[in-house]
């Protein structure tokens, strides 16, 4: 059974969100949320809100298949971060000039499931 949560429009860069789902990835759900909730990153606390939500549509959805639900058997199967909308915003500099600032949001997903997920081959060059 798969179980899938989106957070979007989260005030945080991609390439940073992605650095803390990369952490995470793979790893089982339990021994996630204690990485997520001790990790320096301030992205961790909407990837940590991310997963909590994910695993609350699971255990729903095993409740209305009629199945047997244990949260030490997910795994984090996908997760990714998406970009969002650019929030465009001007700083005013000398001589009448302005700077613009670019704040990035991201749409961050996580899937769990619970079967382990198996590791994706590299699309590099194989000898």
């Given at each position: 059974?798969?179980?899938?949560?989106?957070?979007?429009?989260?005030?945080?860069?991609?390439?940073?969100?992605?650095?803390?789902?990369?952490?995470?990835?793979?790893?089982?759900?339990?021994?996630?949320?204690?990485?997520?909730?001790?990790?320096?990153?301030?992205?961790?606390?909407?990837?940590l809100k991310?997963?909590?939500?994910?695993?609350?549509?699971?255990?729903?959805?095993?409740?209305?298949?009629?199945?047997?639900?244990n949260?030490?058997?997910?795994?984090?199967?996908?997760?990714y971060?998406?970009?969002?909308?650019?929030?465009?915003?001007?700083?005013?500099r000398?001589?009448?000039r302005?700077n613009?600032?670019?704040?990035?949001?991201?749409?961050?997903?996580?899937?769990?499931?619970?079967?382990?997920?198996?590791?994706?081959?590299?699309?590099?060059?194989?000898?």
């Amino acid at each position: 059974m798969e179980a899938k949560a989106q957070a979007r429009y989260v005030r945080v860069t991609p390439r940073k969100a992605r650095r803390v789902l990369d952490a995470v990835r793979g790893t089982r759900v339990v021994e996630a949320i204690d990485v997520l909730r001790f990790a320096p990153q301030g992205a961790a606390q909407p990837v940590l809100k991310t997963l909590e939500s994910a695993i609350a549509n699971a255990r729903y959805a095993a409740d209305q298949a009629g199945e047997r639900f244990n949260e030490e058997d997910l795994y984090i199967t996908e997760t990714y971060a998406d970009e969002g909308p650019t929030m465009k915003r001007i700083q005013p500099r000398a001589q009448g000039r302005a700077n613009q600032i670019l704040k990035r949001t991201s749409h961050i997903t996580v899937v769990v499931g619970d079967t382990k997920p198996v590791a994706k081959r590299s699309k590099g060059r194989t000898r």
